[in-house]
Every structure is written in structure tokens, then in C-alpha cells.
């Protein structure tokens, strides 16, 4: 694989952060009110940024695999989310934690899919 070929994940890892972390920043326009809505957008947005991160961390020379890559996204994740809420009070939003709470879901749900992705390749879950 080419050097140009692997940092394409990195850079699309480093944009969806800004994005996401924008998103989530900007002072909240008016919208349609469904209920779940927002912590349906919440879990979806951080299993993306999970799935990401999973992928630039499996692809460089880093010796964990399978559970400690998993754990590895998941605590990565959980600050980057704990940030996020922690933060936007100062950007007009509120903290929530049971948005945090959504982040988690969808970063766990990412984990798990990696990890039932990555059995049949390893015979087990790795460590």
C-alpha cells in the first residue's frame, strides 16, 4: 500500500472530527422535533467517528489488535464525546449526558461490529 493511500484515512478521520466537532458546536437552529431524534444523530455521528478511528489505528504498526484495539477507540471516543458535551455550553448549547450516553452506544456498536468482522480473520478475538 502507497503512503498516499494511507493517509487518506487519517485526513478523513482529521475532517470528519472538525466537522463533527463543529456540528455539535454550532448555536442550535430551529428543527422539526421527532422524538429521538437527537440521540439518534448522536449514536450514528460516533459510530462513524469510532469506525474512523478504528481503521486509522488498525492500519499503522500499532501492536494491538481485536479487544485492545476496540478498548483503545472506545476510551478515545469517550473523551472526545465527554469533551464535546463538556464544551458546548460555551457555544449557546447544552450538556447532556445521556447525549454522551448516545455517543458511547453508537462507539460500542462500532466496536462490536469490528470486532465480529475481525473473529473470522483471527480465529478468535485477539487480544
Known sequence: MSRHTRKWPRILLGAYS?????????PKLPSIDVPGKDKTLHVVAYAI???LLLN???????????VSLAAVTLAIVA???AL????????????DLFDWLADMAGAVGM?????????PRQGRLGS
Open 18 to 26: 472538525i466537522a463533527l466537532f463543529t456540528g455539535t458546536h454550532w
Open 49 to 51: 467517528l469510532a469506525g
Open 56 to 66: 486509522v489505528l488498525a492500519r499503522r504498526t500499532w501492536p494491538a489488535r481485536g
Open 79 to 81: 473523551i472526545a464525546g
Open 84 to 95: 464535546d458535551e463538556w464544551t458546548q455550553p460555551y457555544f449557546g448549547r447544552t450538556c
Open 111 to 119: 466496536s462490536i461490529a469490528y470486532l465480529l468482522a475481525m473473529a
